[in-house]
């Protein structure tokens, strides 16, 4: 099983934050784990209040829904097949781009959240991430831990084994 690290994160984040200043945008910016929890966030500065939870959102919901949120925007339209998906969930379920999921060997990992700009923007940014993961990932992964479900006890080092 293969876990996306803080460390990893980190270097997501800052990769997304490097296209948004290439862009001129300052971006809310969030990477969540395959449980989509969260594990890293950060505010750029003068960046959007509203976009703390839309970033994460967007993280969320890449992961909750298995794909990018761009590919929700269109058949959640009126007459759409998903219409009033977004309304689904507490109103966590974002159609807008900018959230996109980080696999390995295809399983979902986690996932990648961007608010900042326009969706077109925020995709690109996104996309940036998506690129710094699969960079780390070429280079061996050495910022994704792999572990086995179990390989740890907390217990074995206190005598309760």
Known sequence: MTKLTLDAAKMLIAA??????????????????????????????????AGINISQNKAWTSVAMRMPTANLAQSAQPGGPTFGINTTNDGRLVILGGGIPLARDGVIVGG????????????????????????????????????????FNPYSEMGNA
Do not use: P, Y
């Open 16 to 49: 997304g934050e490097r296209k948004a200043r290439e862009l001129g945008l300052s971006a809310d910016i969030a990477v969540v784990d395959d449980g989509a929890n969260l594990i890293a966030f950060h505010r750029m500065d003068n960046a959007r209040i």
């Open 112 to 151: 990648v959240g961007v608010s900042g700009g326009t969706s077109t923007q925020d995709i690109e940014i996104a996309n940036a991430m998506v690129q710094a993961f699969e960079s780390m990932r070429a280079l061996g992964g050495s910022q994704i831990a792999t572990v086995r479900i179990g390989s």
